[in-house]
């Protein structure tokens, strides 16, 4: 069970999610995160500046370095962050997918969810 001053379940009527989206360069990266924090889109933005990606586009196996983030928002908003990062994002297809939050500190999943709009 958890303890509800240090954590909060799925039951949170917050929905608060994490999206991962993948990003050409750290530069990008960061423009996009200052897009989301700056239109309240996200609570907070972690960015791993380079990870070592593997895919199949269009009939073929590829590999790219690439900045991944870590996007901590509501669900309510996601819809509103696929549009963002679509216009802002240089791939033709960007990774954007969301997971759900299914527990953390409750103090932490309030101030997210105070944090976006």
Same mark, same amino acid.
């Given at each position: 069970?958890?303890? $509800?001053?240090n954590s909060i379940n799925s039951r949170n009527s917050t929905n608060p999610i994490v999206v991962l989206i993948t990003a050409g360069s750290e530069e990008e990266a960061h423009k996009i995160a200052k897009l989301l924090i700056s239109e309240r889109k996200a609570a907070c933005v972690n960015?791993?500046?380079?990870?070592? $990606? *593997?895919?199949r586009w269009k009939g073929k196996i590829e590999s790219a370095r690439e900045s991944l983030l870590l996007v901590?928002? *509501?669900?309510? +908003? +996601? $819809?509103?962050?696929i549009s963002l990062v679509k216009e802002a994002h240089s791939y033709e +297809?960007?990774?954007?997918i969301a997971l759900p939050i299914i527990?953390?500190?409750e103090q932490y999943l309030r101030w997210l969810d105070?944090?976006?709009?």
């Open positions: 069970m958890l303890n $509800s001053t960015i791993v500046p380079e990870v070592d $990606s *593997r895919f901590k928002t *509501r669900a309510s +908003l +996601l $819809s509103e962050i +297809l960007p990774e954007i527990g953390g500190s105070r944090a976006c709009r």
